[in-house]
């Protein structure tokens, strides 16, 4: 009937109507006033109650299937007034609260009936156009809602005080209900925004200013300030200051009133609370969300201050936070604003074990300490007659999620009206006894019940506790990461030290709640970033904090060990501290480049450590003392673990590896263990995952961790003792196995054209992905090569049997494209550093096997396209104007590909010296490589233009490349090494000048974030400044070796063919014509071919060999060897084989005036 438009609703809306009238005429004293009080009463209170039950009855029809047509209460309440004539139920009802001094019930259901009606969010706008068609009316509503608010802080004990308090309680709940409904509503005109205009501009004053009305923000206020207020209703009121915080329209005008008018924050802070050794759980469990609510807020405002530049403010915001005894007094704000006097002072006594006392903690700290990491017992239930797995089961099936707050309970109704229907079925089908058996079963099911209550006490109380932790995380991570670092000053790594410890001892208590240890792992995670950032960029300047970063050492690796497998989100945060710490470690051994510098000459010979060395040593030393109990936690991770914790364990190893190279603990536990051939069949058996990865549909977690293996084993193959053990393990064979490495876009004929092109956004192209994959794996190659060094033939055998197995893939990149670009010099880079280490040195086996033969007919294949690369890639110049006249490339990739050049031309560079290096052991032969012409390098523009069109050493060419080519190599590379090291002074000199430069002065110039960054612009081009003056100095000294050889064979040891033929006309029969790259003859054995054969070239005439004696002066003149000198004396003097050059030069002055003069 009340959910209809009835006779029985009208006649209760009557009453509501006509009694508010007539209440308002009668008087206290008048006879007719009690009936008429009770009337209303109870028409208010059938109202309320049809609110409250109205969905349950709607479920209970629609399950019925029943006909009845009803609407819900609401939507009758908005209908027309009889009385009025107006569609006023719901403001003729809110009127009730003006009563509230008289009649508090009235006004307390009043106040929840409107509330109810105005959760709607459709009818917003109606609704606030209801209350504010009359001014007088809405006026006194709001001050009738005002007065109930401001009540609830006189509470004591007795009937109507209580009433009072849910009048209160009922008022902000029915603020908190509306105010984040989007639209403009009533509960912001309640709380003193301007409805007519947006809410941000509203400019909110106290009461009694400007004709300012008192509201119910200021009553709310007013409610916190009182000593007497019900924990309960105070936190209420503080969940409202932290909606209205939290709210974007809201927000700005509520955080600068509380900020400059009521100064809420600092004061709050001031007066919070911490210890609460006489309250009861329940007690406390209110205590801590009110301060949940506060800490929110808090964030919120260090956050905004921080972002509006009110230095001053946000100052004395960390500086209470940070502090222990910090009073506020009324107008002077808060008694101290030093933040060397606050618990900052005492830091020496935070980085030992013991707990420090907790007077001494700051307001930071002691909020963490209120929140218990005790894990709340619940106890198992014994059940006789039903089972136990079963009832689990319906308890789980019954679990409902609060929308906002996240809270996990059980719908106790639920769970007895299944348990009910189970005890009927049961009894139906009599399998569970005669019915006399119903009450022992209905025993069982209370009992159940019982149960079911007190786990959803358990799961709230846990998740106050998450609440509350989350609040304390949103303030430190504000504080450290959102703040200026200016407001913590040279404190940062103090701070970042004492609450890691704090924390960490929390999480290492016996009994931990493991709902709380990942998101406490997460923090952990936060601050080690943040303490790599400090110690990164201020170093480490003082013993204390070294002790502290020792203590936090051993709390992750405990955390570590002590840690639950079934705790992943928690373990894979662990490891990212522990990486974290470890790259600190790293990235402080990397940036003491200098030790004489550093320590002196006096240092370096008394063996003194340097902060850096001492904090690698003494996290190694930590590590370690925990045995191998660590170590084999973290291998099992790195092969068995979930995605993110196996990529992150993998990459602690690698860091590990990479701070104790010399000791190699870590590769021997993993070679003893089977860890390192576990992690090469990994790869063989994720290379069908690889293949599939390579679709950009597909997601990118396996390529991921695929790159942090192959990062690991490339840093254990840094070490002869590492390759050793990869090659001994099979690393070759099981690289060669993978067919991933095949499929190449371009070779691939699944894939299209436009697969291969980049994609824009986060997700990578195919051609992206697939270099993700190739790079790692020759850079791997590379490392093994490097470590084992050029004598030994078996690496490179291993390494070019690789390549071998994937021939078409490396042919096609030495083949390379119409137009190089950046990514195609990357890999051409990476392909010619492995080959030219490899294919020159490779031992192949005289076998007749087929195949050896085939292996033996490939590894010729790949040095003959190897050799067609000389003239196009030796001569950088070339490149350097090609980049230059493309107005398409950017700066960034304009210098990275200038440094993939220059480094293609060192590898080929390194190969030729290599072939002709290793030819033979008689210094009277050589590999002829190049032919005897220096003439072209009289007109080098001529020469240019020619040598790099042609594509010499291909299966057509017969005639080696001019040996001019090499010459012009040594001019250009001795011209721009030489301008280079002009560049390199300059740019030192100007790093220099930056780092000398002062805050203040960067200040008046040019704000601090634009002043690093040029310091950071200025590092990177000095960097690659210095790769490419390392690279032509390879370049150079290369091309020296090569053309002394070359003149050394021609204008020494060279016989033309038409010299003396007949004396050598049977040994010359015997001998083929000229061979290409490091070809041998496969009838040929290796005695045989070790003699020096070429003596009589083929080829070659004697006009050759008297224009190569004219041109040689002219060509390789004095100031070119004088030039080289200067280059000795710059640069090569720094260099460990000093005097290299100038030995080259030498022998070539004297082979020119020996021979050619």
């Not at 192959?710 to 990869?726: E, I, K, V």
């Amino acid at each position: 009937m009340l959910l209809q438009s009835s006779h029985l609703l009208k006649t209760l809306l009557s009453v509501i109507s006509e009694g508010l009238q007539l209440l308002l005429q009668y008087d206290l004293t008048s006879p007719v006033r009690k009936p008429l009080e009770k009337a209303t009463l109870l028409a208010l209170q059938i109202l309320n109650v049809t609110l409250d039950k109205q969905d349950d009855f709607l479920n209970f029809l629609r399950q019925a299937n029943h006909p009845t047509i009803v609407s819900r209460l609401e939507k009758l309440l908005l209908g027309i007034n009889s009385y009025t004539g107006q569609a006023d139920h719901v403001v003729t009802i809110a009127r009730y609260a003006s009563l509230v001094n008289l009649l508090p019930n009235h006004a307390l259901h009043a106040v929840c009936i409107t509330g109810t009606v105005c959760r709607q969010p459709a009818i917003q706008t109606e609704l606030l156009s209801l209350f504010m068609a009359d001014t007088l009316v809405s006026r006194e509503i709001l001050s009738g809602l005002v007065e109930g608010i401001e009540q609830g802080a006189e509470w004591s004990s007795g009937e109507a005080n209580s009433v009072r308090c849910e009048m209160a309680s009922a008022s902000i709940k029915f603020l908190l209900d509306t105010v984040n409904l989007p639209s403009t509503n009533i509960s912001h005109f309640l709380l003193g925004f301007n409805v007519h205009k947006p809410l941000f501009q509203t400019d909110l004053q106290i009461p009694g200013q400007t004709g300012v009305y008192r509201t119910c923000l200021h009553a709310v206020l007013s409610l916190m300030e009182c000593d007497h207020t019900p924990p309960a209703l105070l936190e209420l009121a503080y969940h409202l200051i932290y909606t209205l915080c939290s709210n974007p329209d809201t927000s700005s005008p509520t955080m600068r009133y509380l900020r400059n008018t009521q100064d809420f924050f600092i004061k709050t802070l001031c007066k919070l609370k911490f210890s609460h050794n006489e309250a009861t759980e329940e007690e406390l469990s209110v205590i801590i969300k009110q301060q949940t609510w506060f800490m929110k807020t808090l964030a919120i405002e260090l956050r905004l201050t921080s972002i509006n530049k009110q230095r001053s403010h946000t100052q004395s915001l960390i500086n209470c936070l940070l502090d222990y005894n910090t009073t506020y007094t009324e107008g002077g704000g808060r008694g101290s604003a030093d933040l060397s006097r606050t618990v900052l002072s005492h830091t020496s006594q935070y980085h030992s074990l013991e707990l420090f006392h907790s007077s001494m903690k700051s307001r930071l700290l002691q909020f963490l300490d209120l929140v218990s990491f005790h894990d709340i017992g619940l106890g198992d239930i014994m059940l006789e007659h039903f089972n136990t797995t079963s009832v689990m089961q319906v308890l789980s099936s019954c679990e409902e999620q609060a929308p906002e707050s996240g809270l996990v309970s059980i719908n106790i109704p639920q769970v007895h009206q299944l348990l009910v229907q189970e005890i009927n079925l049961a009894q139906q089908g009599n399998s569970m006894g005669p019915l006399a058996h119903r009450d022992v079963l209905l025993a069982e099911i209370k009992q159940i019940l019982a149960y079911a209550v007190e786990w959803n006490t358990v799961r709230e109380a846990v998740n106050v506790r998450l609440q509350a932790f989350d609040s304390w995380r949103q303030v430190t991570e504000v504080l450290l990461s959102g703040c200026p670092a200016e407001c913590l000053g040279d404190k940062r790594p103090d701070i970042i030290i004492n609450i890691l410890n704090a924390l960490i001892r929390k999480c290492l208590q016996d009994g931990c709640l493991d709902d709380l240890i990942s998101p406490a792992c997460g923090v952990i995670l936060s601050l080690m970033a943040n303490l790599r950032q400090s110690v990164f960029k201020d170093g480490l300047r003082d013993t204390n904090i070294d002790n502290g970063l020792q203590v936090i050492l051993k709390g992750i690796l405990n955390l570590i060990v002590t840690s639950s497998g079934s705790l992943q989100r928690a373990r894979a945060n662990l490891y990212g501290a522990l990486l974290y710490y470890l790259q600190m470690c790293e990235s402080e051994l990397s940036k003491d480049t200098n030790p004489l510098a550093s320590r002196g000459v006096s240092g370096v010979l008394e063996g003194k450590q340097s902060a850096t060395e001492k904090l690698a040593k003494e996290a190694l030393h930590v590590i370690y003392g925990f045995g191998d109990a660590i170590l084999e936690v973290i291998c099992r991770d790195a092969c068995d673990g979930l995605n993110v914790s196996r990529m992150l364990a993998l990459s602690c190893l690698d860091s590990l590896s990479a701070l104790d190279p010399p000791s190699c603990h870590v590769l021997r536990f993993m070679s003893s263990h089977g860890y390192i051939r576990h992690l090469l069949e990994s790869l063989v058996q994720s290379d069908s995952i690889l293949v599939q990865s390579l679709d950009p549909a597909q997601p990118l977690r396996h390529l991921y961790i695929y790159e942090s293996t192959m990062s690991l084993l490339s840093r254990l193959a840094m070490t002869a003792q590492g390759a050793s053990a990869l090659l001994n393990s099979g690393l070759m064979m099981r690289l060669a196995e993978c067919s991933v490495y095949d499929a190449k876009p371009n070779l691939s004929h699944g894939l299209s054209a436009a697969d291969s092109m980049d994609c824009e956004g986060f997700n990578p192209s195919v051609s992206s992905r697939y270099r993700q994959i190739l790079l790692p794996c020759l850079k791997l190659c590379q490392t093994v090569l490097i470590s084992l060094g050029t004598e030994n033939e078996n690496a490179a055998d291993q390494v070019m049997k690789f390549i071998v197995a994937h021939g078409d893939v490396f042919h096609s990149t030495l083949r390379g494209q119409t137009v190089e670009t950046c990514d195609s010099l990357e890999e051409l880079s990476l392909l010619t550093a492995v080959l030219c280490r490899a294919a020159s040195f490779t031992a192949v086996s005289q076998s007749e096997e087929e195949r050896e033969l085939m292996f033996r007919g490939q590894v010729s294949r790949i040095q003959r396209r190897l050799g067609s690369l000389i003239s196009k890639y030796l001569l950088v110049d070339d490149w350097m104007k090609m980049f230059g006249a493309q107005e398409s490339l950017d700066e960034s990739e304009r210098c990275r590909m200038t440094v993939y050049v220059h480094e293609i031309a060192a590898n080929i560079s390194t190969y030729c010296r290599n072939v002709v290096a290793n030819s033979t052991h008689d210094p009277s032969y050589c590999r002829v490589l190049f032919g005897p012409s220096l003439s072209e390098a009289l007109d080098q523009g001529d020469f240019t233009s020619k040598s790099t069109s042609r594509d010499y050493w291909s299966s057509s060419s017969l005639a080696p490349p001019s040996l001019s080519l090499m010459v012009i190599q040594i001019k250009q590379a001795s011209a721009k090494l030489l301008d280079a090291l002009d560049d390199h002074k300059q740019l030192q000199t100007r790093l220099d000048s930056l780092s000398d430069c002062s805050e203040a002065v960067r200040g008046e110039t040019s704000s601090d974030a634009v002043a690093i960054e040029t310091k950071q612009e200025v590092r990177d081009r000095l960097e690659r400044q210095t790769s490419i003056i390392q690279l032509l100095c390879l370049i150079l000294e290369n091309s020296l070796y090569i053309v002394w050889r070359h003149l050394d064979f021609y204008l020494t040891n060279c016989i033309p063919e038409n010299r003396d033929t007949s004396l050598f006309r049977a040994h010359h029969s015997s001998v083929s014509s000229m061979r290409h790259l490091t070809e041998k003859s496969l009838n040929v054995s290796s005695t045989e071919q070790d003699k020096p054969k070429s003596i009589i070239s083929s080829g070659i005439t004697q006009e050759e060999l008297d224009t190569l004696k004219e041109t040689t002066p002219s060509v390789i003149d004095e100031p070119l060897l004088q030039k080289l000198a200067a280059i000795e004396q710059c640069y090569a003097s720094k260099r460990t084989h000093f005097g290299y050059i100038g030995a080259l030069s030498r022998r070539l002055r004297r082979l020119i005036n020996l021979h050619c003069c």
